[in-house]
């Protein structure tokens, strides 16, 4: 038997990955106060109606051993769960990371409250304008013209939000964390993904750990406290707070209230408006200053400080602390 005869028999006689549909549930959704999605590994679908019936579609790919879904009212919820033969065998199983049956999962439910547990996969939210939260392990959540207070939880993946309005909440440890258009309370604790926030208007809360940070055309008040990373301000305007040990810190601003950093090594550039007269006090013990040279140097102790008020007519107020990071202001 020559090789390609074999190869063709081979194709021929393996095992065909084919979906299997389940039939769909659909059942009033009463006076739940909430729905509850619970699922190992695939892809989860939300989508709102106006309706007051619950619908849940669902297929796997391959065979699934056993594995099914179901829906149930649970006192004041339903859930909406993906499981195994037995809690033991889905617990040995995840903490494997074998053998689980990839399900696709598809919510037509009217806007309560919902509550998502997903391992591993894609979670996509479009319109949902009732409180949200979500803790994923690995993956995606993508969310598109939400309302309402949302919390997401991220261990390895990308979060992506756009024209959200309402209170965001995510933690992230590695990965990529996009928000666009959005308006609303921010808060971000984040260990090592990168950060891109454009166009949001609304306080500001990041505590980051070594993850980069680009913010663009952001209007607010922001909080920071950052170990390690590297953040770059454009277009912003507004009041700006923070404590950086390590890493660096660029900013341009549109329209200056407030900047305050508090700096242990990190380097702190400032692009003020032109426009601007702020009160200024850059101090450092062992960086550099650099400023413009109508701030008068005074040397105090180990510490040498520049201080005095730009030239523009719009008040604001600067002030730059750093032990060992240098410190310019143009």
Known sequence: MNKFFFILIVL????????????????????????????????????????????????????????????????????????????????????????????????????????IYWNEGDVMVENWQSDLSTQITKGTFLSRKGKGRYKVQMIDGTVDFAEHQGAIDVQTFTGKLKLVKTKGDLTVNNHSASLLLSEHEGPIRIQNHSGSARLTDVKGRARVKNIAGVFR???????????????????????????????????????????????????SEKGNLWGPPTLRKVKRGRWTEKKGRLRGEEQGNIKIISKYGDIVLK
């Open 12 to 115: 021929i006689w393996a095992p065909q990955i084919q979906a299997v549909r389940f039939q769909p549930i659909v059942q009033p959704i009463g006076m739940a106060e909430k729905i509850v999605v619970r699922g190992f590994k695939g892809r989860l679908q939300i989508v709102p109606t106006e309706t007051e019936t619950l619908k849940i579609e669902a297929e796997t790919k391959g065979d699934p051993r056993g594995w099914t879904f179901t829906a149930r009212n649970v006192q004041n919820h339903w859930e909406i769960l993906v499981k195994g033969s037995s809690e033991q065998e889905d617990f040995e199983q995840l903490r494997e990371g074998k053998n689980l049956p990839h399900f696709e999962i598809k919510v037509t439910a009217p806007q309560r409250p919902m509550e």
């Open 233 to 283: 301000l454009t277009k912003y305007s507004g009041n700006f707070d923070g404590d950086f040990e390590k890493g660096s810190l660029v900013a341009n601003f549109e329209s200056l209230q407030s900047f305050k950093v508090n700096s242990e090594e990190a380097a702190v550039t400032l692009n003020a408006p032109k426009d601007s007269g702020a009160l200024v006090s850059l101090r």
